[in-house]
């Protein structure tokens, strides 16, 4: 099992690094270059992401595999998608797993935190996005028991993908 700890402002670089390294090394297959680079450099800057490790709202967990960053999770209480307003809800940003530690119980150890987590600030659901078709993480979160229960779009770059809404009573 992967130790987990949380993270501080001072873990900002390292989160926005792993971040970065991990959406490239999932999405650029499936996307042109012009649209990586734009969303890259626009919505998913390194200066950005260590600004959301600053946000009052923000719960980072860091994963480390025999003491080298392995992946993180990003949970949030500020979204609320409307199908869930009126529930005590937290969501589950990300979870990121370097490539080279995907398959090692990264994944898992980061969704057993965010679900303790969850329990612990008293929320009776956790959500999240995944885009409809990272087939790898859905059956992920399938496995979590959690279920689609709506959509929403999302930018990358210029081109207007999918994202699933899933839920998971917790």
Not at 16 to 30: G, L
Not at 61 to 86: C, Q, T, V
Not at 108 to 117: P, R, T
Request: glycine share 6%; with cysteine.
């Amino acid at each position: 099992m992967p130790d987990i700890r949380s993270a501080t402002a001072a873990d900002a670089a390292l989160i926005a690094d792993i971040s970065r390294q991990t959406f490239y090394d999932t999405f650029a297959v499936y996307n042109t270059p012009e649209n990586m680079k734009k969303f890259m450099d626009e919505q998913f800057s390194r200066a950005a992401l260590m600004n959301e490790v600053m946000q009052e709202d923000s719960m980072f967990f860091l994963a480390f595999s025999e003491g080298r960053p392995a992946g993180y999770a990003f949970m949030r209480e500020k979204s609320l998608p409307a199908d869930l307003a009126g529930e005590a809800v937290i969501e589950i940003a990300r979870i990121y797993a370097a490539k080279e530690f995907i398959g090692k119980g990264i994944g898992k150890g980061l969704m057993e935190k965010c679900i303790a987590f969850a329990r612990e600030k008293q929320k009776s659901v956790v959500w999240l996005g995944v885009w409809e078709h990272n087939q790898p993480a859905i059956v992920f979160y399938k496995k979590w028991g959690f279920e689609k229960f709506s959509s929403h779009t999302f930018i990358l770059g210029d081109d207007v993908q999918n994202d699933w809404l899933m839920k998971k009573n917790v």
